[in-house]
């Protein structure tokens, strides 16, 4: 277990979330999530009556159909189960996503088209993992040689430690990057 032995304790809700990227046969990416939530417990709703213990409040879905630029292609949202009857008529309102590009700025631009009344709070926190997901299977698959190498990009580099452009990684992988001669920890004691 990764994470220390917590204390007793008694489960509430469960949240799960879950990404996967597809190629598609026609060359677009496909890039899909699934939630649900429930409850440890009796939960009491306005419209289902009381839910039972491992009955899903939500189950929602998102697929974006992108190309090899990001850019989104078609968009569909499925929600067939939710807390009330009328959350699923903004399903479509998803639509007014396609043509956006994954990237910087883009939840902004998306939380201007279906956040708020037009959407799903649930939906439109599904982009921001779906993002993620999207690079991690598209750029590798595009972008990777066997031995594991890349080209870096600026939204890469610093976007976490590993990637600094002052620490051992940029400058054993991408010298022409590294910018500077800070240590880190792990570096001292490497040496």
């Known amino acids: 277990m990764a994470l ?9 809700h469960y949240r799960n979330i879950q990404c996967d990227g597809y190629l598609r046969d026609d060359g677009l990416w496909d890039i899909e999530a699934h939630l649900t939530d429930d409850k440890g417990y009796p939960f009491p709703t306005l419209q289902r009556g009381v839910l039972q ?4 409040v939500h189950e929602l879905w998102l697929r974006l159909t992108l190309d090899d630029q990001l ?4 968009i569909e949202a499925a929600m067939p189960i939710t807390p009330f009857s009328i959350c699923s008529q903004i399903e479509d309102n998803y639509k007014s996503l396609i043509g956006l ?8 631009k998306a939380k201007e088209l279906v956040g708020g009344v037009e959407g799903c709070s649930h939906l439109l926190e599904l982009l921001r993992p779906m993002a993620t997901t999207a690079i991690q299977t598209i750029y590798p698959y595009l972008n990777f040689s066997e031995d594991g190498r890349f080209p870096i990009s ?3 580099l610093n976007s976490c430690h590993s990637f600094s452009d002052r620490n051992k990684v940029i400058k054993e992988f991408w010298p022409d990057k590294y910018q500077g001669q800070r240590l880190d920890v792990q570096e001292v004691n490497d040496e």
């Open 4 to 12: 220390s032995k917590p204390n007793n304790r008694k489960p509430i």
């Open 53 to 56: 213990p491992g009955e899903l």
């Open 154 to 156: 600026n939204n890469v």
């Open 71 to 74: 850019v989104i292609k078609n």
């Open 101 to 108: 590009q994954v990237g910087r700025g883009w939840m902004q």
